[in-house]
C-alpha cells in the first residue's frame, strides 16, 4: 500500500489489525508454555544490565563494555596468570515461556567431551511486549544452582545477558542430569511478553584448581522425577529433608537460597505485627509480622546458623522506570546465604544411614504493642526456599568420629521502640544475635577441632503517616541496617554489611488520582576472606585463584556497592498513567593477595594490602537513558560513556548516592517528554500505601484504541 493513500483507508485497516481477535491469535501458545515466535524487529532491542563484578573465563575476566553506539558488549581483558586450556561450549537450554505456570523447561544435561575444572552459565533473554517480572531457577536435578528474575520488557522489546560462575557445583556437571529451568509466565490479551531464554555453558580448565566439593546433596522438595521444580513455599510447605552424610566426611557448608514473593516482595517495609490492623485514616490489615526476616537452618531440631537476606527490588519494584535499562542489585543473580557445619558432623556421621532431619524456616518478630518482642512461628505468603549440602570427603577407609563440645545458640535480642497515634506509626527495633558452635574430631589419631559462629545486628526505623485514604498527605519512610560477620575454622570469614533507605509521599490530585514521589538508597558491602562456597567470600566466584596463590596465604576479596533512585508516578484507577524516574550505582571490587587479616569495610577502610584484581563501575540513567557509564578492568579502561567523573581508586570508600542530582532529573520539564507508554508500565508498591496497583483493562475503550492507532499511524508514515 502507497505512503499516500488516504488516511481513512490506514486508519481503518489499523483498526481491522487492532482488532481483539486479531490481537489474541498473534498470543496462540501450546499448552506447554511455548509461544510462536514473534514478528521480526525491525530495530534494535532495549539493553538492560546488572551492574556486577566480572567473571573468569577462557580469555581472562569477562566485562560489560560498551561499543561506540553505547550498546551494552561483551568486554574481555586478558589475565596473563590464567592458564586455560580449549573450552568447550553446550547449549542447555533454548526455550520461550509464555503460558508457563506449572510448565517449566526439563531436558538432560550431557558432560562435555573435554576436560574442564570451571563451568560458566551464560544466560540470554529477549522479550517484547508487556508483562511482569518474573522470579525463575535452574535447578539440576533437585538442586537449585542459580536463581534469576527478570526485567519488565517494554513494546520496543529488550534483552539482557547474565554470566554466572557455577564452579561449585563442579561435580554435578560431571555426570548426567536433568535440567529443570522454572519461569512462571502468563500471556493473555494484557499481558502478551513471552520470555525468549537462551542458556549455554562454557568448560575449561584452569591451572588454579577448584576446590569444589565430591558430593552436593539437596534440601528441596525433590520433585524432578516428577518434571518440577523442587523449591519449597513458606509457610505452606514444611522446608524438610532427611540428609545421610557418609562418616568419611571431613568438611560440610550449606548454601541457602530465600527470596520473598507476593505479600512478602516488599518484607522490609511491613510493620510491627500490633500494628498491622493499621489507623483510623488509613486502615489495614498490612502485613505483619514486622519488617525484619530471617532464614534459619536447623538441624536434628537445633539451630545451626542463619542467613540475612538482602532486600532484593524486581523491576516492577516501585517503579519499573527505576530499572531501565539498570536493574536492581542482585536482581539478576540472586544470593546464596552460607553456614559452615563442620561442627555438625560428629552428630550427622552417627545419623548414618537413617540420615538426619534439615530443615529451613523463615522468621519475623511478632509484638506485644507494649516493647516485648519475640521471633515469629511464622510469616506471610510467600517465601521461596531450597539449600544445597556441600559435602568433602576422604578415602572411603578412613572412618571419622567426634562430639561437639560447646554449642550457644540463644534467641535474640529484640528492643522495641513504638510511638502511635490515630494518622502515625513511629517505630524502632533493633535485633542482635550470637551463634556459635565448637566439635572434636579424630582424624588419623589426631584431635580436630572444628568451629563455626555468627555475630549479626539488625537496627529498623520506621514512620507512616496519613491524613486519610486520599488525603493531604500520606508518608512511609523506613531504614533498615544488617551487620554481620561469620567465622569458621576452615579459614573462611565473611563481614558484611547492608542498608536500605526508602521514602514515599503521595498527595491526590485531579481526576481522583494520586502523586507519588519517592527515593530509594541501598547498599551492600562484603568482604570474604578465605574458602567459600556461597559467592559471599568472593563475590559471583569470578576468581577461585583467591583462596591460594601458589601455595601462599588465603587472600581476601571485597565487593562495595550503592544504588539510588528517584521516581514521580501519576495513578489513575489503579493504573500507572505517568513515570519518570533515575537511578545511580557505583560498585568497586578487589581482591587482595595474601591479606593476613579481613579488612575493614566500614564506610572508609583502611587497607594496606598489595592489591593484585580490581574492578568499577559508575552508571547514572534517566527514564531508560544511560547518561553516564564507567568501567575499568585492572585499571584499564573498559569503557566511559555520556557525562563523566573521576573513577573511584579501588579501595576507596564509595561517594553517596547524589540525591539531589536523581531529583533534579526526574522533576525535570523533559522528563515527561521520554516518559514510558502506559501499557508498559506495571508495577508494584507496598500495601501499607494503601494505593492500589491494577493492569490496563482487558478490552481498552474506544479512545484507547484510536489513541494507539493513530499512534501506528504515525510510526507507519514516519520516513525510515
Not at 555426570?175 to 525468549?196: C, H, M, S, W
Not at 516485648?372 to 510469616?379: E, P, Q
Not at 568482604?527 to 569470578?542: E, N
Not at 501499607?688 to 496497583?693: E, P, Q, V, Y
Request: net charge negative; proline share 7%; hydrophobic share 35%.
Amino acid at each position: 500500500m502507497s505512503r499516500q493513500c488516504p488516511a481513512l483507508v490506514v486508519f481503518l485497516a489499523c483498526l481491522l489489525l487492532a482488532s481483539p481477535v486479531a490481537y489474541c491469535k498473534r498470543n496462540t501458545q501450546s499448552p506447554l508454555g511455548h509461544v510462536e515466535p514473534l514478528a521480526p524487529i525491525s530495530h534494535r532491542l532495549e539493553d538492560v544490565f546488572q551492574v556486577h563484578p566480572p567473571v573468569l573465563t577462557p580469555a581472562g575476566a569477562y566485562a560489560q563494555g560498551n561499543a561506540s553506539d553505547g550498546a551494552p558488549q561483551p568486554a574481555c581483558v586478558q589475565d596473563d596468570r590464567a592458564s586455560v586450556e580449549k573450552e568447550c561450549t553446550k547449549v542447555l537450554m533454548e526455550h520461550s515461556f509464555g503460558l508457563s505456570y506449572g510448565h517449566p523447561y526439563v531436558g538432560f544435561y550431557e558432560p562435555p567431551l573435554c576436560d574442564f575444572n570451571r563451568v560458566i552459565l551464560n544466560l540470554t533473554v529477549t522479550s517484547r511486549g508487556r508483562q511482569f517480572d518474573r522470579l525463575a531457577s535452574l535447578f539440576l536435578g533437585d538442586i537449585e544452582i542459580f536463581r534469576t528474575s527478570t526485567a519488565e520488557p517494554t513494546a520496543r522489546g529488550i534483552r539482557w545477558t547474565y554470566s554466572k560462575d557455577v564452579s561449585s557445583y563442579l561435580v554435578l556437571f560431571e555426570e548426567r542430569q536433568k535440567v529443570i529451568f522454572d519461569l512462571g509466565n502468563l500471556i493473555d490479551e494484557k499481558y502478551t511478553a513471552p520470555f525468549n531464554v537462551t542458556l549455554t555453558a562454557s568448560f575449561f580448565n584452569d591451572s588454579i584448581p577448584t576446590e569444589a566439593a565430591t558430593l552436593i546433596l539437596p534440601i528441596s522438595a525433590r520433585r524432578s522425577s516428577e518434571d518440577q521444580p523442587s523449591a519449597f513455599s513458606l509457610p505452606s510447605d514444611r522446608a524438610y529433608s532427611n540428609i545421610s552424610v557418609p562418616r568419611r566426611t571431613y568438611r560440610a557448608v550449606v548454601s541457602l537460597l530465600a527470596t520473598g514473593q507476593a505479600d512478602e516482595e516488599f518484607w522490609y517495609g511491613n510493620v510491627p505485627d500490633s500494628q498491622k490492623e493499621g489507623f483510623p485514616s488509613n486502615p489495614g490489615p498490612w502485613p505483619g509480622h514486622s519488617p525484619f526476616r530471617e532464614v534459619q537452618l536447623w538441624i536434628n531440631g537445633s539451630l545451626a546458623g542463619v542467613v540475612a537476606p538482602y532486600p532484593v527490588i524486581f523491576t516492577g519494584g516501585f517503579c519499573p522506570q527505576l530499572w531501565r535499562p539498570v536493574v536492581g542489585i542482585d536482581a539478576f543473580d540472586l544470593r546464596a546465604g552460607e553456614i559452615d557445619i563442620t561442627p555438625w558432623l560428629p552428630l550427622l556421621w552417627n545419623g548414618e544411614p537413617a540420615g538426619v532431619g534439615f530443615e529451613i524456616k523463615v522468621v519475623g518478630i511478632d509484638d506485644d504493642g507494649k516493647g516485648n518482642g519475640t521471633l515469629s512461628k511464622s510469616v506471610g505468603d510467600y517465601w521461596v526456599v531450597t539449600g544445597s549440602v556441600h559435602l568433602w570427603a576422604d578415602n572411603p577407609a578412613r572412618l571419622n568420629s567426634g562430639s561437639i563440645q560447646d554449642y550457644s545458640a540463644p534467641d535474640p535480642r529484640i528492643t522495641i521502640e513504638m510511638t502511635t497515634g490515630d494518622r502515625f506509626i513511629i517505630y524502632s527495633i533493633s535485633i542482635q544475635r550470637q551463634i556459635s558452635i565448637t566439635a572434636s574430631r579424630l582424624d588419623g589419631g589426631d584431635e580436630i577441632f572444628s568451629t563455626w559462629s555468627q555475630t549479626i545486628e539488625t537496627l529498623i526505623s520506621g514512620k507512616l503517616y496519613s491524613a486519610g485514604l486520599l488525603g493531604p498527605d500520606q508518608v512511609q519512610s523506613f531504614t533498615q541496617q544488617t551487620s554481620g560477620f561469620d567465622a569458621s575454622s576452615s579459614g573462611f570469614t565473611n563481614k558484611y554489611h547492608q542498608e536500605i533507605t526508602v521514602e514515599l509521599d503521595s498527595l491526590p490530585i485531579e481526576k481522583d488520582g494520586v502523586y507519588l514521589e519517592g527515593l530509594l538508597q541501598r547498599s551492600l558491602a562484603i568482604s570474604g576472606h578465605g574458602p567459600s562456597v556461597a559467592l559471599l567470600a568472593r563475590p559471583h566466584q569470578q576468581h577461585e585463584r583467591l583462596v591460594r596463590q601458589n601455595g601462599g596465604p588465603l587472600s581476601t576479596a571485597e565487593l562495595k556497592t550503592k544504588q539510588g533512585g528517584s521516581f514521580t508516578m501519576e495513578i489513575h484507577r489503579g493504573a500507572i498513567t505517568f513515570a519518570a524516574a533515575a537511578t545511580d550505582q557505583q560498585l568497586n571490587y578487589f581482591k587482595l593477595e595474601g591479606a593476613p587479616a579481613l579488612p575493614d569495610i566500614s564506610d572508609k577502610p583502611d587497607v594496606d594490602a598489595t592489591r593484585g584484581e580490581s574492578y568499577t563501575r559508575n552508571v547514572l540513567a534517566h527514564n531508560g537513558v544511560l547518561l553516564r557509564d564507567e568501567e575499568s578492568l585492572n585499571d584499564e579502561v573498559v569503557a566511559d560513556a555520556g557525562q563523566t567523573r573521576p573513577r573511584n581508586d579501588r579501595g576507596s570508600s564509595l561517594p553517596d548516592v547524589d540525591v539531589s542530582t536523581l531529583r533534579r532529573l526526574v522533576h525535570d520539564k523533559g522528563a515527561r517528554q521520554t516518559k514510558a507508554e502506559p501499557e508498559e508500565i506495571l508495577g508494584r508498591l507496598p500495601r501499607t500505601l494503601n494505593i492500589h496497583l491494577r493492569s490496563a483493562s482487558t478490552k481498552p475503550s474506544w479512545s484507547g484504541w484510536v489513541d494507539r492507532c493513530v499512534t501506528w499511524i504515525v510510526r507507519w508514515v514516519r520516513p525510515v
